[in-house]
């Protein structure tokens, strides 16, 4: 299994920058793709975007341009670079790792932004 622990979120304006970092723990070799998920209030939990371990990315159409993700060269950390932010952005942001146990989950970070 495979122990996520989210960072970096907090309240900014409309328009403002924020980095969210997720750090790994476990069985760390066997992920094959990580990525970040979001749920707004009132909403579904969505896709933000997704990371492979050979680097291939993907990104939901309303954060591309905006958002970045990527991890560093050990896996264990993951990144979310998030620009140009707005109120849409509002949500709990949730790391996830993917490996053949299936998916785990971070307990999630407040990103809250004002307009």
């Known amino acids: 299994q495979v122990q996520l622990v989210e960072s970096g979120g907090g309240l900014v304006q409309a328009g403002g920058s924020l980095r969210l970092s997720c750090t790994a723990s476990?069985?760390?070799?066997?992920?094959?793709?990580m990525g970040w998920y979001r749920r707004a209030p009132g909403k579904q939990r969505e896709l933000v975007a997704t990371?492979?371990?050979?680097?291939?990315?993907n990104y939901a159409d309303s954060m591309k341009g905006r958002f970045t993700i990527s991890r560093d060269g050990a896996k264990n950390t993951l990144f979310l670079q998030m620009n140009s932010l707005n109120s849409e952005d509002t949500a709990v942001y949730y790391c996830?790792?993917?490996?053949?146990?299936?998916?785990?989950w971070g307990q999630g970070t407040q990103v809250t932004v004002s307009s």
């Open positions: 476990g069985n760390i070799p066997s992920i094959y793709a």
């Open positions: 990371i492979t371990t050979e680097g291939r990315t």
């Open positions: 996830a790792s993917m490996g053949p146990y299936g998916t785990s």
